[in-house]
T-cell receptor, first 114, second 113 residues
């Protein structure tokens, strides 16, 4: 069964460093998403991506964040200068269509900023 | 704006007992509603979804949920809990305008043998 895969499963980084979280969405999906879950809190929407551009983003997704689909299969989230409060589980998701269709989620990358 | 409230961050049931996980939503437009399950060290897996068809929705693993517009609820039920149902359950809402999900805080289900 097709699935969304994320690498790495766990990333530890020093505050101020750049990190790139990687995702391979399901191959025939057109919409891609990043969500994050700070420990003990809600799963929060960060950004959605369609047709090689950002279609929606939340207020969390500020200038330190960027997304890219560099090669037609990978979908990456870059955090330029990590802060302690960026420590969270980051989920990538993809869907065939946008509105109202279910998203398929990866297993997540746990980012720890020290 | 859309939002979801899940009452009870932790629910414990005995094996074989009814499972009831509560979800109330707020949406200014007709919503799409989803339940996802997360097993330890895994991603979010779709259990079921409501997208304006039948109000009683059946999902995988014997779960079902009923959309009640008058109560703005979408509670998840299963008649008989199994040990393998122990997991974190998330209710989510999206609308017909945007394509993002709004998640609840999750309910951790423990099944007692």
């Amino acid at each position: 069964e097709p699935e969304v895969t994320q690498t790495p499963s766990h990333q530890v980084t020093q505050m101020g460093q750049e990190v790139i979280l990687r995702c391979v969405p399901i191959s025939n999906h057109l919409y891609f998403y990043w969500y994050r879950q700070i420990l003990g809190q809600k799963v929060e929407f960060l950004v959605s991506f369609y047709n090689n551009e950002i279609s929606e983003k939340s207020e969390i997704f500020d200038d330190q964040f960027s997304v890219e689909r560099p090669d037609g299969s990978n979908f990456t989230l870059k955090i330029r200068s990590t802060k302690l409060e960026d420590s969270a589980m980051y989920f990538c998701a993809s869907s065939v269509r946008g509105r109202g269709t279910e998203a398929f989620f990866g297993q997540g990358t746990r980012l720890t900023v020290v | 704006a859309q939002s979801v409230t899940q009452l009870g961050s932790h629910v414990s049931v005995s094996e074989g007992a009814l499972v009831l996980l509560r979800c109330n939503y707020s949406s200014s437009v007709p919503p799409y509603l989803f339940w996802y399950v997360q097993y330890p060290n895994q991603g979010l897996q779709l259990l079921l979804k409501y997208t304006s068809a039948a109000t009683l929705v059946k999902g995988i693993n014997g779960f079902e949920a009923e959309f009640k517009k008058s109560e703005t609820s979408f509670h998840l039920t299963k008649p008989s809990a199994h040990m393998s149902d122990a997991a974190e359950y998330f209710c989510a809402v999206s609308d017909q305008i945007g394509n993002q999900f709004y998640f609840g805080t999750g309910t951790s289900l423990t099944v007692i043998p």
